[in-house]
């Protein structure tokens, strides 16, 4: 049983380009969320999806920043005409459900994004 | 979101057991404590976690203070690969929303 797939695990991008991240949950799970991890920083929440459906977004930067959990397919999440500040770890969780009570969340390798 | 303290690192020697410390003295009833860690280059990787009960697992032990305003995650024996950074997160029961602090660092000697 595959974990959760990051992809890619590092990427370039110019300032102005377009970053694209990948994110397949674990078999069964239909819940992910998606965290920024800066530098020597502890995690940062960003978004919250269920299968088609955006549940939270509160931790997501206004502009920019986008995210979507299709039917089928991964999770993207996707950065317009990035910034050096969009330079950070993304890491992608999933879970079976959303009750944090029951135990754990499935965390990903990451995807290590540069913007240069 | 009630808040976690944590020292910013400890060391271990190697086959010691080592206690790493968490205050959380603004929990809620309903605030679970969970414990993750996080190797070099990798994602978050959960430990452990539990309400009011002290919990066992394979990997690790979790004392819960009888207030529930500290917690101590134990590794029995530590080895070089337990080298991570540890957090301590409080998730109020039945959401999902995870507020990592910046941990402690643990440093195992060989």
């Known amino acids: 049983n595959a974990g959760v797939m990051q992809n890619p695990r590092h990427l370039v991008r110019r300032r102005g380009q377009e970053a694209r991240l990948r994110c397949s949950p674990m078999?069964?799970?239909?819940?992910v969320y998606w965290y920024r991890q800066l530098p020597e920083e502890g995690l940062k929440f960003m978004v919250y999806?269920?299968?088609?459906?955006?549940?939270?977004e509160s931790g997501m930067p206004k502009e920019r920043f986008s995210a979507e959990f299709p039917k089928e397919g991964p999770s993207i999440l996707r950065i317009q005409q990035v910034v050096r500040g969009d330079s950070a770890a993304y890491f992608c969780?999933?879970?079976?459900?959303?009750?944090?009570?029951?135990?754990?969340?499935?965390f990903g390798e990451g995807s290590r994004l540069t913007v240069l | 979101d009630a808040k976690t303290t944590q020292p910013n690192s400890m060391e271990s020697n190697e086959e010691e057991p080592v206690h790493l410390p968490c205050n959380h003295s603004?929990?809620?009833?309903?605030?679970?404590i969970h414990w993750y860690r996080q190797l070099p280059s990798q994602g978050p990787e959960y430990v452990i976690h539990?309400?009011?009960s002290n919990v066992n697992n394979r990997m690790a032990s979790l004392a819960i203070a009888e207030d529930r305003k500290s917690s101590t995650l134990i590794l029995h024996r530590a080895t070089l690969r337990d080298a991570a950074v540890y957090y301590c997160?409080?998730?109020?029961?039945?959401?999902?929303?995870?507020?990592f602090g910046t941990g402690t660092r643990l440093k195992v000697l060989a």
């Open positions: 999806l269920q299968k088609e459906n955006i549940i939270d």
């Open positions: 078999k069964g799970h239909s819940h």
């Open positions: 539990g309400l009011t």
């Open positions: 997160i409080l998730i109020i029961s039945g959401t999902y929303k995870y507020i």
């Open positions: 603004t929990i809620s009833g309903t605030d679970y």
């Open positions: 969780a999933s879970s079976p459900s959303k009750s944090s009570n029951t135990g754990e969340l499935f």
